[in-house]
């Protein structure tokens, strides 16, 4: 039988070895839980910087593929981030390598697989099919996210290290958000039956843990989708912002936001670094002019790099709107 064709399968980093998104899940969630394994216990150790390059190019290729089937501009956003960050574990600099940090992210993961051009794209045969349309789904990243770290808990929580975590909810919250990134994978690429057979066996799994009946593939696979938007409705009854904040955070009170950039010269300054912040919604944010890490400038340079102060940042009145961070140029 034919093996089908997938969106990733244009380039040549996934072509060969065609991998399974529950191998790509396997790969990031075992990744991660080894960061975190040696950081909470091994924080010294001179293999943390390895596990943590290990962990940019699983989590990145898994993030990578998931773009690719879902044509999601966050999840490539987090993709290209995870590149950049291996990128820099690397040790390249701008203008070693020509391309973003997907490039590189590619070139890496199909060099871990025995070929040498991973970042090449082929062209594929033209479908003639229209796209589908995807359920509305939680937002990728923040997916991956979840089930790398509920894996991570559920596995550290057996220890006597960690009496506070609540072991089964930990397994409850991975079986979920598994789940639902594999019936994601398999609406966007319907040919994938195997991500389609594993999720259902997830939300089969989900309902027996919830005490439920047990129902056909198809509901199985839909009760995952119902019970995150289920709980989505309880955390936004206690949520720090509302659902539609000005701030961009959706609710959850973050936003990603770019902490780093790297000179290029002459002012020139573009993204290698960023992180969730707190949102600060609809209020106008302000830095204070005394403050002792950058001296009221907003941000600290670094040789090579601007980097945004987060130090004695605080909520202005409405007064003073006008003395809020200046958006940063070039990033």
């Known amino acids: 039988m034919h093996a089908p064709s997938h969106p990733e399968h244009d380039l040549t980093a996934y072509l060969r070895e065609r991998p399974s998104i529950t191998r790509l899940i396997s790969e990031a969630r075992w990744a991660h839980y080894q960061v975190a ?4 216990h091994y924080p010294d150790s001179e293999t943390v910087p390895a596990l943590r390059r290990q962990k940019f190019l699983h989590l990145g290729a898994l993030t990578d593929v998931l773009a690719l089937r879902t044509q999601d501009p966050d999840l490539y956003e987090t993709a290209r981030d995870y590149g950049e960050l291996l990128r820099k574990v690397d040790g390249l600099a701008l203008n070693d ?3 973003n940090g997907i ?3 590619r070139s890496q993961y199909g060099l871990l697989h025995g070929h040498d051009h991973g970042a090449d794209h082929r062209p594929l045969q033209a479908l003639n099919e229209p ?3 995807l359920p509305i789904y939680p937002a990728g990243p923040q997916l991956i996210h979840h089930m790398c770290d ?6 550290m929580g057996r220890s006597p290290y960690f009496p506070a975590v609540d072991v089964p909810a930990e397994q409850r919250r991975h079986l979920l958000t598994r789940g639902l990134i594999l019936d994601m994978a398999a609406e966007a690429a319907p040919t994938d039956t195997a991500s389609a057979a594993a999720a259902a066996t997830a939300g089969h799994a989900l309902r027996a843990l919830d005490g439920r ?5 198809a509901r199985a696979r839909a009760y995952l989708l119902d019970t995150f938007r289920d709980l989505d409705d309880e955390d936004d009854e206690e949520a720090p912002h509302p659902a539609d904040c000005a701030g961009g955070c959706a609710g959850d009170g973050e936003i990603l936001t770019v902490l780093t950039w790297e000179s290029q010269g002459d002012g020139i300054y573009i993204p290698v670094h960023q992180e969730p912040i707190t949102c600060p919604g609809t209020t106008h944010v302000r830095h204070e002019p005394d403050c002792t890490t950058c001296n009221g400038h ?3 340079y670094p040789t090579g790099y601007r980097e945004l102060c987060l130090d004695c940042r605080v909520p202005n009145g409405d007064h003073a ?5 200046p958006v940063p140029q070039g990033g």
Do not use: K
Request: net charge negative.
């Open 150 to 155: 509920a894996y991570t808990w559920a596995a």
């Open 213 to 217: 009946p047990a129902l056909d593939d």
């Open 103 to 105: 490039d590189h992210l």
């Open 97 to 99: 390598h020509p391309r």
């Open 321 to 325: 709107a006008q003395e809020t961070l």
């Open 131 to 133: 796209r589908r349309r």
């Open 37 to 40: 394994y040696a950081l909470e």
């Open 298 to 300: 907003g941000y600290t």
